[in-house]
């Protein structure tokens, strides 16, 4: 009988282990928040968010909208301004395909410049009938892989990604 040392057996499981283990990546968006600023209603507004990433193949991007359940909104001189009128049918974001081992170059709101590995678009319609008032949200990028990219064995961590943003629509909020 073949007599199979501690030491060589705990080696190879761990060797096992690690190779189908999983990684993480990060992927983030700029700019890391965006303010619209005051709004017209009736009014289209578009921004470009560009996607970094330190992940180096291809990958989707589906963003979603959420709300800020924050209440720190809520407090302070604007906190009677404060809408909590739901405008998940005001925004309209825009899927895509982030090549992680490209680059491009992006401009910003403010006219900025930035270096990324993707973009997606971000549509706010503002109804003619918006209540007045601040509104606040979340853009939550959702990355996820696509079947190219899932020829590696083991698992992929993405990490939470959201960005933040806010807008007041023109008016008298009672």
Known sequence: MVR???KLVFS???GLIFSFSGSSAFVGGTPGSINFGEVEKGETIQREIFIT?????EFAINPSYSRIRDQRIFEGPNRFEVSEKD???WIELEQSTVNGSSEITGTLADGSKTTAKGSFTMTVDIPPDAQPGYHFGYVNINPRLIASSQDAPGSLNWGESKIPFQMRVDGNAN
């Open 87 to 89: 405008i998940s049918k």
């Open 12 to 14: 190879l499981l761990a």
């Open 53 to 57: 990433t330190d992940f180096q193949r």
């Open 4 to 6: 199979i040392s501690r």
